[in-house]
């Protein structure tokens, strides 16, 4: 598995980081309460006014001292919040978010992020507010806070840019890289690209999923903004994508021209023809990307047009309260039940009874299975050589994957002579059992074949071979599949017979294996020897 | 007042359809949802033969559906029917009682809004299911503890039944448990394209169709007479 979108993982711990401490410090303490402050929203919607409060006074850079950040949380709380907070109260109340919460009480603060590059933890200093001593008025002597690079961050973060503007700045980005033949980074930035066009898709099939449900929950200045980003999304990317198509296109062509014509290519350059190609690949899938947001684009308006009209009608229904009104009355008088179905009639729908044709009595009786495989031939004979070759692989695939179970069987036999399945499950290697017991259907047919014919004498089964012609078959024939396994492979030339027997004891259980529907179970099959002579 | 032979046939056409499948989507059927929803004078002709045939043709959304009328026992389930098919077959009253609560149960948990729409929720683990069910019978049966034991059906026996079934975790799918007695419910319920039910989730998700019948049909006031009719009050003329 690919796991580069773990790269810069620390980064985005530093982040989250910030967000995780800030929390854990204000969460757990009991001085909120003097202040009539209970819930972790108004902690929070505080603190972060709080940060706003002293991020306005660092960019203004203005002395931002305990008496200001006091005086602000007063404007604050009178005009909306309304706690009864007198004036030095709300000074308290400053000095307990800054320096406790924000400052944990002047403790250097650390987070552990996860570094995949190293494998280890790193530890990540965070601090929101630094402070330094200003003297106002000439000669007061106070401490002024202020917000550091961590601080802005955060603080940034909150208001994230718009959704359209991230693509033209991604796309600036990846201009300037080109620009400056820095491709490897290149490669990230139209990453990046491609994976904003793939957002504003899923964003639009999420959209869709919900006006399908509810359109109601679906706001029409979500709606709006969903509409614009899609515009401005498709006025942009068709016209740049598609002259960077042609730029990337060309650049690659020279570099594989020099390569073959002039000498060998530097491994810089090398380097960069790599780089330029998973470019190319991006573009190109950004391009399919962006068809698809057109025509979903599309596909919304109409759908999302469609459900408001059929809401409009079904608001003119009027409902009775299925709890009030029926289940409260049931609860209290279950003889009711009785009689619940005239209720829930509309709901279900029988089967209407057959009735038989005698006609087709006197039908040629054949098996549908067959009539089916006629069917598929009389619509593809087109090109019938083409579908029959992809039939022939097709099967041959499905059979190679019990051959290579009864190999795997035959191998570990043939080494040690006689081999119980016990024993072949604890020599087996882990990356072998899927080998053996591909799914759990296939394990159980191969089983119960090879228990079914109890013994195989190679000779006799070549010798019914030759005699019998028959078409090859399409399903799986344990004989043929054992007789050709111990064709193709010498080392098995000598072996003469292959016999199985049931032994008594305690069944082999095999645990995880899925089966056809992808579940996962447990596989339970007695005890068998497998001899070979 | 004439009709069009041509109008007719299409009428009987869309009929037959909906005898099939009871139910015609726009996207499978365009041509015959289109004369339905586009001429009237087909619909109406649909619509006087779903009533000849005890039935109600109705257009939730963009899908025309057949609905059996209240006591119509062809197309609509009959009562024995009903527990013929969700019961065991040694099954007592008592038990098809708690698989008609369960079912009313569900519905419950699903519609009870009063907004614009009624449905409430997206989604139900089959393990909420069975704690509300347990709950709720629980419920039931606190209502009538101080009443005397008239012989009739009462809630404790209900919990009594449901409490008896054993708890297995690995899902098994044998009648005497709790998951297997909803399982069948539930498949039950998916075959009729009123639940998307995910086994290997646990996953209970309720279908268009039903979200429709809840919103149009079943809890529609004009319907109410059905809800008097469960709870044994006669119309008032």
Same mark, same amino acid.
């Given at each position: 598995?690919?796991?580069?979108?773990?790269?810069?993982?620390?980064?985005?711990?530093?982040?989250?980081?910030?967000?995780?401490?800030?929390?854990?410090?204000?969460?757990?303490?009991?001085?909120?309460?003097?202040?009539?402050?209970?819930?972790?929203?108004?902690?929070?919607?505080?603190?972060?006014?709080?940060?706003?409060?002293?991020?306005?006074?660092?960019?203004?850079?203005?002395?931002?001292?305990?008496?200001?950040?006091?005086?602000?949380?007063?404007?604050?709380?009178?005009?909306?919040?309304?706690?009864?907070?007198?004036?030095?109260?709300?000074?308290?109340?400053?000095?307990?978010?800054?320096?406790?919460?924000?400052?944990?009480?002047?403790?250097?603060?650390?987070?552990?992020?996860?570094?995949?590059?190293?494998?280890?933890?790193?530890?990540?200093?965070?601090?929101?507010?630094?402070?330094?001593?200003?003297?106002?008025?000439?000669?007061?002597?106070?401490?002024?806070?202020?917000?550091?690079?961590?601080?802005?961050?955060?603080?940034?973060?909150?208001?994230?840019?718009?959704?359209?503007?991230?693509?033209?700045?991604?796309?600036?980005?990846?201009?300037?890289?080109?620009?400056?033949?820095?491709?490897?980074?290149?490669?990230?930035?139209?990453?990046?690209?491609?994976?904003?066009?793939?957002?504003?898709?899923?964003?639009?099939?999420?959209?869709?999923?919900?006006?399908?449900?509810?359109?109601?929950?679906?706001?029409?200045?979500?709606?709006?903004?969903?509409?614009?980003?899609?515009?401005?999304?498709?006025?942009?990317?068709?016209?740049?994508?598609?002259?960077?198509?042609?730029?990337?296109?060309?650049?690659?062509?020279?570099?594989?021209?020099?390569?073959?014509?002039?000498?060998?290519?530097?491994?810089?350059?090398?380097?960069?023809?790599?780089?330029?190609?998973?470019?190319?690949?991006?573009?190109?899938?950004?391009?399919?990307?962006?068809?698809?947001?057109?025509?979903?684009?599309?596909?919304?308006?109409?759908?999302?047009?469609?459900?408001?009209?059929?809401?409009?009608?079904?608001?003119?229904?009027?409902?009775?309260?299925?709890?009030?009104?029926?289940?409260?009355?049931?609860?209290?008088?279950?003889?009711?039940?009785?009689?619940?179905?005239?209720?829930?009639?509309?709901?279900?729908?029988?089967?209407?009874?057959?009735?038989?044709?005698?006609?087709?009595?006197?039908?040629?009786?054949?098996?549908?299975?067959?009539?089916?495989?006629?069917?598929?031939?009389?619509?593809?004979?087109?090109?019938?050589?083409?579908?029959?070759?992809?039939?022939?692989?097709?099967?041959?695939?499905?059979?190679?994957?019990?051959?290579?179970?009864?190999?795997?069987?035959?191998?570990?036999?043939?080494?040690?002579?006689?081999?119980?399945?016990?024993?072949?499950?604890?020599?087996?290697?882990?990356?072998?059992?899927?080998?053996?017991?591909?799914?759990?259907?296939?394990?159980?047919?191969?089983?119960?074949?090879?228990?079914?014919?109890?013994?195989?004498?190679?000779?006799?089964?070549?010798?019914?071979?030759?005699?019998?012609?028959?078409?090859?078959?399409?399903?799986?024939?344990?004989?043929?599949?054992?007789?050709?396994?111990?064709?193709?492979?010498?080392?098995?030339?000598?072996?003469?017979?292959?016999?199985?027997?049931?032994?008594?004891?305690?069944?082999?259980?095999?645990?995880?294996?899925?089966?056809?529907?992808?579940?996962?179970?447990?596989?339970?099959?007695?005890?068998?020897?497998?001899?070979?002579? | 007042?004439?009709?069009?032979?041509?109008?007719?046939? @299409?009428?009987?056409?869309?009929? %037959? $359809? &909906?005898? !099939?499948?009871?139910? /015609?989507?726009?996207?499978? +059927?365009?041509?015959?949802?289109?004369?339905?929803?586009?001429?009237?004078?087909?619909?109406?002709?649909?619509?006087?033969?779903?009533?000849?045939?005890?039935?109600?043709?109705?257009?939730?959304?963009?899908?025309?559906?057949?609905?059996?009328?209240?006591?119509?026992?062809?197309?609509?389930?009959?009562?024995?029917?009903?527990?013929?098919?969700?019961?065991?077959? @040694?099954?007592?009253?008592?038990? %098809? $009682? &708690?698989? !008609?609560?369960?079912? /009313?149960?569900?519905?419950? +948990?699903?519609?009870?809004?009063?907004?614009?729409?009624?449905?409430?929720?997206?989604?139900?683990?089959?393990?909420?299911?069975?704690?509300?069910?347990?709950?709720?019978?629980?419920?039931?049966?606190?209502?009538?503890?101080?009443?005397?034991?008239?012989?009739?059906?009462?809630?404790?026996?209900?919990?009594?039944?449901?409490?008896?079934?054993?708890?297995?975790?690995?899902?098994?799918?044998?009648?005497?448990?709790?998951?297997?007695?909803?399982?069948?419910?539930?498949?039950?319920?998916?075959?009729?394209?009123?639940?998307?039910?995910?086994?290997?989730?646990?996953?209970?998700?309720?279908?268009?169709?039903?979200?429709?019948?809840?919103?149009?049909?079943?809890?529609?006031?004009?319907?109410?007479?059905?809800?008097?009719?469960?709870?044994?009050?006669?119309?008032?003329?």
């Amino acid at each position: 598995m690919e796991l580069d979108f773990l790269r810069n993982f620390t980064k985005r711990m530093k982040n989250i980081g910030s967000y995780g401490l800030l929390f854990k410090n204000s969460i757990l303490k009991g001085t909120w309460k003097q202040y009539g402050i209970d819930t972790i929203f108004e902690q929070t919607n505080f603190i972060f006014s709080v940060l706003l409060y002293i991020m306005e006074q660092s960019l203004k850079d203005e002395y931002c001292t305990m008496d200001d950040i006091g005086n602000f949380i007063d404007t604050i709380n009178v005009t909306w919040f309304k706690k009864s907070l007198s004036f030095d109260q709300c000074k308290e109340l400053g000095e307990f978010i800054v320096n406790v919460i924000l400052c944990d009480e002047g403790r250097a603060m650390y987070f552990q992020g996860f570094d995949y590059d190293e494998g280890v933890y790193k530890e990540i200093h965070i601090s929101f507010i630094g402070n330094k001593i200003v003297y106002i008025d000439g000669d007061v002597r106070r401490t002024s806070y202020y917000l550091t690079d961590d601080g802005y961050n955060l603080v940034l973060s909150t208001l994230e840019i718009e959704s359209n503007m991230k693509f033209t700045i991604q796309e600036m980005i990846f201009k300037l890289q080109m620009e400056k033949a820095s491709y490897d980074k290149a490669v990230d930035t139209i990453k990046q690209i491609f994976n904003l066009l793939r957002i504003q898709l899923q964003k639009m099939q999420e959209a869709m999923r919900r006006i399908r449900q509810n359109a109601l929950t679906f706001s029409v200045t979500e709606y709006g903004q969903i509409l614009e980003d899609n515009l401005s999304t498709i006025d942009e990317t068709k016209k740049k994508l598609g002259g960077y198509k042609e730029h990337v296109r060309k650049l690659v062509e020279g570099l594989e021209q020099q390569d073959i014509q002039i000498e060998k290519l530097g491994r810089a350059e090398a380097d960069n023809l790599k780089h330029l190609k998973i470019i190319e690949t991006y573009i190109n899938r950004a391009l399919d990307e962006y068809q698809k947001i057109l025509s979903t684009h599309f596909d919304l308006k109409s759908m999302y047009t469609k459900e408001l009209e059929a809401l409009s009608q079904m608001s003119l229904i009027k409902r009775f309260s299925i709890r009030n009104d029926l289940y409260d009355s049931i609860l209290q008088n279950p003889e009711n039940l009785d009689r619940l179905d005239i209720f829930l009639r509309p709901l279900f729908n029988r089967e209407v009874d057959k009735i038989y044709n005698i006609g087709k009595a006197f039908e040629y009786q054949r098996s549908i299975k067959l009539r089916e495989i006629e069917e598929g031939e009389i619509l593809e004979d087109f090109d019938e050589e083409a579908w029959l070759k992809e039939r022939q692989l097709k099967l041959e695939k499905g059979l190679r994957i019990y051959k290579d179970s009864l190999l795997c069987i035959l191998r570990y036999t043939y080494q040690y002579k006689s081999l119980s399945l016990q024993k072949l499950q604890e020599i087996l290697p882990e990356e072998e059992i899927p080998i053996l017991i591909p799914n759990l259907e296939i394990f159980r047919e191969i089983m119960v074949e090879l228990i079914k014919n109890r013994i195989f004498v190679f000779d006799d089964l070549r010798k019914e071979r030759e005699e019998h012609f028959t078409d090859k078959v399409d399903g799986f024939q344990i004989n043929l599949c054992l007789l050709e396994l111990i064709e193709e492979h010498k080392d098995f030339n000598g072996i003469q017979s292959l016999e199985v027997s049931r032994t008594g004891g305690e069944a082999v259980e095999f645990l995880n294996i899925t089966d056809e529907n992808g579940q996962r179970k447990k596989v339970r099959c007695s005890n068998l020897i497998f001899t070979i002579e | 007042m004439a009709y069009e032979l041509e109008d007719i046939t @299409t009428s009987q056409r869309i009929f %037959y $359809y &909906l005898l !099939q499948k009871r139910e /015609l989507r726009e996207e499978e +059927e365009i041509l015959l949802y289109k004369a339905y929803t586009e001429n009237e004078s087909i619909m109406n002709l649909v619509k006087s033969q779903g009533e000849l045939a005890d039935s109600n043709i109705e257009r939730y959304g963009n899908v025309i559906y057949l609905i059996p009328k209240e006591d119509n026992d062809f197309l609509g389930f009959s009562k024995a029917l009903l527990k013929y098919t969700l019961c065991k077959s @040694t099954a007592t009253d008592k038990d %098809y $009682y &708690l698989v !008609q609560f369960v079912i /009313l149960t569900l519905l419950v +948990e699903f519609y009870d809004g009063q907004g614009s729409t009624s449905k409430t929720r997206d989604f139900m683990k089959v393990g909420d299911l069975l704690n509300c069910i347990s709950d709720r019978l629980k419920e039931g049966a606190s209502y009538q503890e101080d009443e005397e034991e008239d012989g009739g059906l009462a809630f404790i026996n209900m919990l009594e039944a449901y409490e008896a079934l054993k708890s297995d975790d690995r899902g098994s799918r044998a009648k005497t448990t709790k998951e297997g007695f909803i399982h069948s419910i539930l498949s039950f319920l998916q075959k009729q394209g009123l639940i998307d039910y995910i086994e290997a989730d646990e996953m209970i998700k309720t279908t268009k169709k039903l979200d429709h019948f809840m919103d149009y049909n079943l809890l529609n006031k004009n319907n109410y007479n059905r809800v008097m009719r469960v709870l044994g009050v006669k119309e008032v003329e």
